[in-house]
Each structure stands twice: as C-alpha cells, then as structure tokens.
C-alpha cells in the first residue's frame, strides 16, 4: 500500500511589500540579467538556492517507486527519505512498492516517465549489477536515469560458522588455497552484491570456493547457523544479532575502514588490496529532469540526510549516510556499471 508523506509547517508565503514602486521595463530587464548572472556563477554550489524555493510541478504529489517488497533495507531508506523530502518541498511524497526483476520493474516505469520530477526512484547496487547481468532490459541503466543523489551505503561482511579452523582473512586464503573446492559459500540471492562479493573474493585471491544457492536470505542464513554451509558474504543488519550472541564469526569487512559494530575485525582490502563491496542505495529520476527540478530534488534529499535524527537512526541499521552530489552519483553509477561488469562475467551468473 502507497504510503503518503506530507510537509508538517508549510512554510507563509511572502507577500510583495505595499510600498515597492512599480519597475520600469529597463529596470526589469536589467535586475534579470543580473540574476542570470548571479544564477550563473552560483549554478555549481550545492545548496545555492533553499529547497522551499520551487516546487515540484506546482506541488503536485511525487511517488518514489522501490523495486523490492516492504520492510527491507531499500523501503526503509525509501519511506525515511520521502518524510524528509516532503517537510523540505512542501508537498506530498507517495513511496510505491513494485518489487520484481532484480529491481527492473520499478526501474522500467521511472525510465519511460515524464520527466517533471514527480516520479522517482529508489534503486540499489542491483541497479549497476543488471546492466551486465541481464543481456537485454527495456531500458538503459545510465542513459535513461538522471541521477540525484547516492543516499547510502551498507557495507556487508564477511561471516563463518565457529567451528570454521580460520579466523581471519589471511587464515581463510591459507585454507581455502590448501584445500580447493572443500568450502563453501552460502548464496541468498543470485546477482546480489553480496553473492558477487563472494565471486569477487575469489576472482582477487585465486581460490576456489563452492557457491551454494539459495531461494532468499533467510534460508541460506538458516543452514549457515546450522553449519551445513561454511560461509557468507551478508549485510551487518543480518547477521549482528548472531555475531553477538556466538553463532557466527567474522573475518572481515568490506568496507575500507573497520566497523565500530564489529570490534577488532579488520577490514579485507588489508589483505586483498582494492577489494571493496558494499551495497548502495540512491535516488534516480527519468532521463532529462530539468536542472532546476533536479537541483530542488537534490536539495531537499540532501538537507533530510543531513539531520542528525535521521543520520543517527541510518547508522544505528548499520547504513551510511552520504548524500553526493547528482554530479558525483552520475560518475559513482559510471564506474560501477563497469566495477561489476567484470565481475559477473567472472561469476557466469544468469538471472534466477
């Protein structure tokens, strides 16, 4: 079911001052040009212009669509973000769930909208994996996207059963090196980030480790409890409770800097230089947003990752917040499209 966000204090709108003399028309053109100017020169600042000065479409409601079901780590960021943007727009923001495809369904509909800002999406790394891992989409992952603004990034790790005889990352190259194709990785979702960390890690290390598949997360995290599986590349939300209580181990981060959740575990690129994997989430309109919706877009999502609530309540889940520019996200979307292109040719993955 759509969820609808409105702004809580709309802002008064000012009134032009009774005692302003009516402009003569060289006046008028003269104070335009040199807002031209002035827009000019500040069109590469970041937060130039407050988000309340232009509405989306004449205040029109926006519907941000996921591409995954409700509840999970995309709807929340989704949801959180919508409230945000709608106090700082001063409109309604409806998040819409169309889960299916890896994401593409969501992806599909933004792509072949009108591009007046009211229709958003909520994408995740799926968005960058697919454009290699699918041999034909309906739509092309970087040209038919305008990118807004990278909202988070979630780092996994790297988790083993206790009985596992390694207990780090050189331990575990040593092993699985000693030993190749005994161990195995247990597989939540086929073309996942975190199924093509697994592949990655063995791509920069030369091992072999046995992928074992599994219909979702859950069941896959099930056996790995149970030991009937060796390992597993998942999110921090996922296996914290089971770190802490003694039913898993971690060797590793992948992230480049250690996780304060997870004392004393170094992260993996220590030891497999350049290795880096974390699952992201941003915000993507269609193709050709005008530059002053885009700007009043980024904005509004911006300031909302900006306040502390909000930074402190993402960091809590293990998300980190970053709110790039539309500039920095378009080269972010770039070089991942071309990261994990290498990547899923290595794994041989197919779409499930």
């Known amino acids: 079911m759509p969820v609808h966000f409105t702004a809580r204090s709309p802002l008064p709108r000012r009134r032009p001052s009774a005692r302003s003399a009516p402009a003569t028309r060289a006046a008028r053109l003269s104070r335009r040009r040199a807002l031209a100017a002035l827009l000019g020169a500040a069109a590469g600042l970041a937060l130039a212009v407050p988000a309340q000065a232009a509405q989306i479409a004449g205040g029109k409601p926006i519907r941000i669509l996921v591409g995954a079901p409700a509840g999970g780590t995309t709807d929340t960021l989704a949801r959180t973000i919508a ?10 923001v409806v998040v819409e769930n169309r889960p299916g495809a890896g994401g593409n369904i969501a992806a599909d509909l933004v792509a072949k909208s009108a591009p007046d800002g009211t229709t958003l999406l909520m994408s995740f790394t799926s968005h960058t994996i697919n454009a290699t891992l ?3 989409l309906p739509f092309d992952p970087i040209e038919d996207f305008t990118p807004i603004t990278l909202v988070a990034s979630v780092p996994s790790v790297l988790v083993a059963t206790p009985g596992l005889p390694a207990n ?21 979702s086929v073309g996942s980030s975190v199924h093509l ?5 063995k791509m920069m290390t030369g ?12 069941p896959a995290m099930t056996d790995l409890l149970a030991g009937q599986v060796d390992l597993m590349f998942a999110s921090t939300l996922n296996v914290l409770p089971h770190v802490r209580s003694g039913k898993l181990k971690v060797l590793g ?5 250690p996780l304060p959740q997870f004392p004393g575990v170094a992260p993996i690129c220590n030891t497999v230089k350049g290795f880096e994997s974390s699952a992201w989430f941003g915000l993507f309109g269609p193709a050709g947003l005008p530059p002053d919706v885009l700007q009043a877009l980024y904005q509004a999502a911006h300031k909302g990752l900006d306040t502390p609530a909000v930074r402190k309540r993402m960091e809590t ?9 539309p500039q920095a996200f378009a080269a972010f979307v770039r070089e991942d499209v071309k990261r994990w292109a290498k990547v899923v040719k290595y794994s041989g993955a197919t779409p499930e």
């Open 134 to 136: 699918y041999k034909k």
């Open 317 to 325: 889940d293990g998300a980190q917040p970053v709110g790039s520019t």
């Open 253 to 257: 981060v992948t992230s480049p800097a």
């Open 197 to 201: 960390a697994g592949d990655m890690f």
């Open 83 to 92: 409230q945000e943007m709608a106090r700082e727009l001063d409109q309604g």
């Open 168 to 188: 780090n990352i050189p331990e575990l190259i040593r092993l699985a090196r000693s030993q190749p194709g005994k161990l195995n990785f247990a597989i939540g």
């Open 207 to 218: 091992t072999y480790i046995v992928n074992i598949p599994y219909k979702g997360t859950a």
